[in-house]
């Protein structure tokens, strides 16, 4: 397994529009990705957004970011996010 966490600070008043665009990018992972198996979309409520995705491996995460539809989606978005981390964790342990 491996895990990938992404924390992202929107430009004020770009959350309504990031999220269904968030969301269906989510959506479309875990329907279109046979090695994504997690990915929750955690938000306080204003300006930050917490993103837990579970992958097969290194190499499925890695067909995530060269899918169609998520290119679509970073392109859209790239203006509405002022600060982004992406963190991978190599070993998922149950």
Not at 11 to 21: N, Q, V
Not at 22 to 51: H, W, Y
Not at 58 to 75: C, G, M, P, Q, T
Not at 77 to 86: D, L, N, Q, R, W
Request: hydrophobic letters at 45%; glycine letters at 4%; aromatic letters at 10%.
């Amino acid at each position: 397994m491996f895990a990938v966490t992404v924390t992202l600070t929107l430009h004020p008043g770009t959350r309504a529009a990031f999220l269904p665009l968030m969301t269906e990018n989510a959506r479309r992972s875990l329907a279109d990705e046979p090695g994504c198996r997690q990915f929750d979309i955690c938000t306080d409520g204003a300006e930050q957004v917490f993103l837990y995705e579970i992958y097969d491996s290194a190499a499925a995460f890695d067909a995530h970011l060269d899918s169609a539809h998520f290119k679509a989606f970073d392109a859209q978005v790239a203006g509405m996010i002022a600060e982004k981390t992406v963190t991978t964790w190599d070993e998922v342990i149950r």
